[in-house]
Nanobody, 122 residues
Framework: QVQLVESGGGSVEAGGSLRLACAPS????????MGWYRQAPGKQRELVAT???????NYADSVKGRFTISRDNAKNTVYLQMNSLKPDDTAVYYC????????????????WGQGTQVTVSS
């Protein structure tokens, strides 16, 4: 069973930086788009950033210019570099791997990570 493993969350003061990483456990065949979502207490899960296999990116307006998403296709890993963090960025951050295929016979499906807490203090 493939799982997405996230790392890099933590606590930081406003203006600080964190880098999140996410990769599937075990061997897989391919992944299409990858991305990050976040969910703050009492709020719905929202898009943060996505990246295609070819490297095209999409960001939420609230993080443009501060966050950078990237991926290493050889390692099937997606990263989120978060700079100039604000208290409003406090949330659980979830990684998503879309249309992941575990082997050439399997059906593509989306996988979510377990979430990693990011806390920004003022």
């Amino acid at each position: 069973q493939v799982q997405l493993v996230e790392s890099g969350g933590g606590s930081v003061e406003a203006g600080g930086s964190l880098r999140l990483a996410c990769a599937p456990s075990g061997r897989i065949f391919s992944i299409s788009d990858m991305g990050w979502y976040r969910q703050a207490p009492g709020k719905q899960r929202e898009l943060v950033a996505t990246i295609t296999r070819g490297g095209s990116t999409n960001y939420a307006d609230s993080v443009k210019g501060r966050f950078t998403i990237s991926r290493d296709n050889a390692k099937n890993t997606v990263y989120l570099q978060m700079n100039s963090l604000k208290p409003d960025d406090t949330a659980v951050y979830y990684c998503i791997a879309q249309r992941l295929i575990t082997d050439k016979y399997s059906t593509p499906r989306d996988y979510w990570g377990q979430g990693t807490q990011v806390t920004v203090s003022s």
